[in-house]
């Protein structure tokens, strides 16, 4: 059985988005175009590092283009997208590693995730070949979704993803821990239970 490639050049749609209550949201990946969708889970910490990452990589592809580049300096107001993610949320894999890459010719971005896998080894060393092997092996490697974006998308993927990922709970203003709605224990309150006022 050859490697399960969710591929989508270009997708209809490509957003980050949450399902669930602040403090157990579920995080997810999702892209869709000509009728199918695949969502993907991963971590909140995930999500922040790509869009941050999406950003840097863009700003790259600007100086170095000297300014050329299709590539807005900010996320265009008209690619906005509020909408909530498509239902039913039905998760294909979660996510292990992610790579970003920008492909210069077709002057597009491209997104991949890839399926975490657990792998057993004697030594790092060992454990990153073993991890280097299976991800480069086209034919067994662990299931991916790839995406491929304008800069005019990767943007506006980023920004709507920093803004799930800041529509959490409210830190804490001693701590900067989250509150969660019963307050928490704040480690600068001596331990003593802080109120989500």
Same mark, same amino acid.
């Given at each position: 059985m050859s490697r399960q490639v969710f591929l989508y050049d270009p997708p209809d749609r490509f957003v980050a988005g949450t399902v669930g209550?602040?403090?157990?949201?579920?995080?997810?990946?999702?892209?869709s175009a000509g009728g199918r969708t695949t969502s993907v889970a991963l971590e909140k910490a995930q999500v922040e590092?790509?869009? @941050?990452?999406?950003?840097?990589l863009l700003d790259e592809v600007v100086r170095r283009s000297g300014g050329n580049a299709p $590539? =807005?300096?900010?996320? =265009? &107001? !008209?690619?906005? %997208?509020?909408? =909530?993610? @498509?239902? =039913? $949320?039905?998760? !294909?894999?979660?996510? #292990?590693?992610?790579?970003?890459?920008? %492909? #210069?010719? &077709? @002057?597009r971005m491209v997104i991949e995730a890839q399926a975490l896998v657990e792998l057993e080894a004697d030594s790092e060393e060992d454990l990153a070949a073993a991890e280097e092997r299976l991800l480069q092996d086209d034919e067994n490697g662990p299931p991916m979704l790839r995406v491929r974006v304008t800069g005019q998308m990767a943007r506006a993927f980023a920004k709507r993803a920093i803004?799930?990922?800041?529509? #959490?709970?409210p830190p804490c203003p001693l701590c900067s821990l989250p509150l969660d709605p019963e307050g928490h224990v704040c480690p600068r309150q001596n331990g003593y239970r802080r109120g989500a006022s």
């Open positions: 209550l602040p403090g157990r949201r579920t995080f997810y990946l999702q892209a590092a790509l869009a @941050e990452r999406i950003d840097e $590539v =807005p300096a900010v996320a =265009p &107001s !008209e690619l906005a %997208d509020t909408a =909530p993610l @498509e239902t =039913p $949320v039905e998760e !294909e894999f979660r996510v #292990g590693t992610m790579a970003l890459a920008w %492909d #210069g010719e &077709s @002057e803004e799930v990922v800041n529509a #959490g709970r």
